[in-house]
């Protein structure tokens, strides 16, 4: 008995210990929040938005087919009129296809005049005929094909511009679709930027773009909106704008050198919205305790967010203007903004509102 004892003790023992012990504490959940910053959909004027230079055309140029390459005449960065010779092909062949499918033609014609001699008499039926017949529009569609094949062994230069980079030699021999040249018109100039989707709707009012390249920090070049991409980033979640510009006198840009683009934003009739700061209306809401406006303010540090009583104004096309309780730069949520509570710890989510 005494030996069962300690026995006993033993086996009961971790049930003991296990009955005095607490559960873990469960980490809280951070969440992500969709989220903008308080005035940012307004620095529109001043505000720089980088980008990189690119011709106005540029074009990959290659023979529609095979050959020996005989005649090469341009060099890279040489400049070219439309219509110019970049390259030839050597005609022999193209040449000979030529004038053995218009004897081909000859032939069918002739037997299809005899044809119709014949039909007359009854000497040949409707069927036979036809197939005379048939052979004149193939004769001739072989004939296309081939002087088709003899003018494309001549590149010509589709416009204006300047040789960027070759990648055949003389006398090589080239398959067809194989690029031979790189031709770009540099007479005018695009630049391509990307602009957040919470100030896209604001591009067609923007006025006095000005372009300055990192090259030339010294030159700005006036431009012009040309398009407006409608797909945003998937990744970024901004959307392409492509500007154009004249080139500058003394200067050449050359695609690919970086820059910055800059605008003055002139609304019709928004001078009041642009001296205040808007804001989504779906971020504005009165809680059930309160009678006044508030927002979920998000500290931008530690992730907390507050709730914040606001003096809002009128609508405007981008929203409600705020006439106090929020600063410029102050992060704010602009969604699920019922499920929050104060002082709940989440996560900008900046795929919503990009900076």
Not at 45 to 52: A, M, W
Not at 295 to 304: A, T
Request: aromatic letters at 4%.
């Amino acid at each position: 008995m005494k030996l069962l004892l300690p026995v006993c003790l033993l086996i009961l023992s971790p049930v003991l210990t296990s009955c005095d012990s607490k559960p873990p504490e469960k980490a809280e959940v951070i969440r992500p929040v969709p989220a903008m910053k308080v005035g940012e959909s307004q620095k529109v004027s001043g505000r720089k938005f980088p980008g990189k230079a690119k011709a106005t055309q540029e074009v990959n140029l290659a023979f529609d087919v095979g050959g020996k390459l005989v005649e090469r005449p341009v060099n890279i960065g040489d400049t070219v009129k439309k219509g110019d010779v970049i390259a030839r092909l050597n005609p022999r062949d193209f040449k000979a296809k030529v004038k053995s499918t218009k004897a081909e033609v000859k032939k069918a014609k002739q037997n299809f005049t005899r044809g119709k001699k014949l039909i007359k008499d009854g000497f040949i039926s409707q069927r036979e005929y036809d197939r005379l017949e048939a052979d004149v529009d193939v004769a001739e569609a072989d004939l296309d094909i081939a002087q088709k094949a003899l003018s494309d062994s001549v590149m010509k230069a589709p416009f204006d511009g300047h040789i960027a980079n070759l990648y055949a030699e003389n006398y090589q021999a080239v398959l067809s679709k194989k690029v031979i040249a790189r031709l770009l018109d540099t007479s005018q100039i695009e630049m391509v930027v990307q602009v957040p989707e919470n100030l896209i709707s604001k591009v067609s009012y923007i006025e006095d773009i000005q372009v300055r390249f990192d090259s030339f920090p010294d030159t700005v070049l006036a431009a012009t909106i040309k398009e407006v991409s409608n797909e945003a980033s998937q990744t970024t979640r901004t959307y392409p704008v492509t500007l154009i510009m004249e080139q500058a006198e003394g200067i050449k840009i050359l695609p690919g050198m970086a820059g910055n683009a800059s605008g003055t934003l002139v609304m019709p009739g928004a001078g009041e919205e642009l001296e205040q700061l808007v804001v989504p209306v779906k971020a504005v809401f009165t809680p059930d305790t309160e009678k006044q406006d508030h927002v979920w303010v998000i500290d931008e540090n530690s992730g907390s967010a507050h709730l914040r009583a606001v003096k809002t104004g009128q609508l405007t096309r981008s929203g409600i203007q705020i006439i106090d309780g929020l600063k410029d730069g102050e992060w704010i949520a602009i969604a699920a903004v019922h499920t929050l509570r104060e002082g709940q710890k989440v996560r900008i989510d900046s795929s919503i509102i990009t900076e």
